[in-house]
């Protein structure tokens, strides 16, 4: 009986080809390579937490990005509303797109930080005021045209004329109230130590 058949385990060349069950020590080895259990599901809350405030932060920036162009609308439709000749047919639809601006920015309303969901709010009501302010405008001048003339083809020219027209001037005044909230809203308030050093500049300024 030749060496290869009397011991099985041992290659002609003297290499061990032992197959047998893996040992205690390869398994402990095995296992050690895989971080502990605490460990991967601390990983897990932390990548869902900073994907949660990628998703706030990316909702604040639309929505303020939005509210930022309403107001724009907003403040530009109030300096044309103030003018007696202003075209209300033209600052309705402007308004109507304005108001939607800022609904679509309140959409975010549920994420938003409580500065930024002041703001827009205050906005938002001071744009529907503006805009039932011209509609109000504009079915009065357009039920004084008809009462005025039965004619349709009149009606239709004193209409369009009426468009141009404007604002009475208590409605102007409404409108002048409007512009203040809204500046109230938007300018902020200088702080105190930039008006002290405003103030130590001025002081420190010789007249040579």
Not at 42 to 59: H, R
Not at 96 to 121: G, N, R
């Amino acid at each position: 009986m030749s060496e290869a058949e009397k011991n099985p385990t041992t290659s002609t060349d003297g290499v061990s080809t032992t197959f047998g069950p893996i040992s205690s020590g390869q398994q402990n080895s095995s296992s050690a390579h895989r971080a502990p259990l605490p460990l991967r599901i601390g990983v897990a809350v932390i990548a869902a937490l900073l994907l949660v405030v990628g998703v706030v932060a990316a909702c604040n920036a639309l929505a303020l990005n939005t509210y930022n162009q309403a107001t724009q609308n907003l403040t530009s439709n109030i300096s044309a509303a103030k003018k007696s000749t202003a075209d209300l047919s033209k600052l309705k639809a402007s308004q109507e797109q304005t108001d939607s601006q800022y609904a679509d920015a309140q959409a975010f309303s549920a994420v938003l930080l409580p500065s930024a969901k002041s703001s827009i709010q205050q906005n938002a009501a001071t744009s529907k005021e503006l805009t039932a302010l011209i509609d109000k405008a504009l079915k009065e001048q357009q039920s004084s045209s008809k009462s005025s003339d039965g004619s349709e083809a009149e009606t239709d020219k004193k209409s369009n004329s009426s468009e141009t027209s404007g604002l009475s001037q208590e409605e102007r005044e409404k409108v002048q109230e409007l512009l203040k909230q809204n500046q109230a809203t938007q300018t902020p308030s200088p702080s105190a130590s930039s008006s002290s050093s405003n103030t130590s500049t001025n002081e420190n300024v010789k007249p040579w």
